[in-house]
């Protein structure tokens, strides 16, 4: 009986018979052909055996099985969904947080007046979230072709597929806060022009107009600092579900 087993962490490759086997460290390729490798090939029964009894089936445990479907490429697909997710949520805390590194220790701290949360950020903290839902769908109705509709195993997996969509419910629900949209949405520049225009028109006359500057930056800053405290929480449990 043939079977074949893939495992993404291990280069070794192990081809064998009842009668006889390979081990070795060569990909049947043109890099390989070219690159060093070394393997071995061996006839010896009891060498056979020892690797059937002992090695295969740890081997086995760590990997994925090849089935008439070749699921790598969602596999694969999975892997850059889950690196996608990894990296915009650190690129989001890289955005509100500020890793503190001097004699005294080492430690990140939220930057309460001047945070630099962006829409696009938050905009691809829901586009990668969302791509990963749909290939756990995908790995959901591989997970019923391969084990033929198994209730116990499909149980499982749909118990994990709908903690995850709930959580993407809840990523989608946290992105759209006010207090997230804004202190991304917010301009310095675009509210003092807005409030030399709004609140100080009438006086905003030559001689006054640096005072007028002067004062709606004020209250710029103000907001400055307000914003972040009043979303530092909700900053927090989007990190977190992510």
Request: glycine share 2%; charged share 30%; aromatic share 12%.
């Amino acid at each position: 009986m043939r079977s074949t087993f893939f495992d993404f962490s291990n280069h070794g490759k192990i081809i064998m018979t009842d009668s006889i086997v390979y081990v070795g460290s060569a990909n049947y390729s043109e890099e390989s052909a070219n690159n060093t490798e070394f393997g071995f090939i061996s006839s010896d029964k009891d060498l056979i055996d020892f690797i059937k009894a002992e090695v295969l089936s740890n081997i086995q445990n760590s990997s994925v099985p090849y089935y008439e479907y070749d699921y790598t490429a969602l596999l694969l697909e999975a892997n850059v969904a889950l690196s996608a997710t990894y990296n915009i949520k650190n690129e989001l805390y890289e955005e509100v947080y500020r890793l503190h590194d001097d004699v005294d220790g080492e430690w990140y701290y939220y930057v309460e007046h001047e945070a630099t949360l962006t829409v696009s950020t938050l905009n691809k903290v829901v586009e990668f979230v969302n791509e990963a839902c749909k290939i756990a769908s995908d790995i959901y109705d591989a997970i019923d072709t391969i084990t033929d509709g198994n209730e116990d195993e499909t149980i499982v997996a749909n118990d994990v597929y709908e903690e995850l969509l709930s959580k993407c419910s809840r990523i989608e629900a946290i992105r759209s806060f006010d207090t997230l949209i804004e202190l991304s949405e917010f301009d310095s520049e675009e509210y003092i022009n807005q409030q030399l225009q709004e609140e100080y028109a009438m006086e905003a006359y030559e001689d006054n107009l640096e005072n007028c500057i002067e004062s709606a930056s004020g209250e710029a800053m103000s907001v400055v600092w307000d914003l972040p405290q009043a979303a530092k929480e909700d900053i927090d449990e989007l990190v977190k579900e992510i």
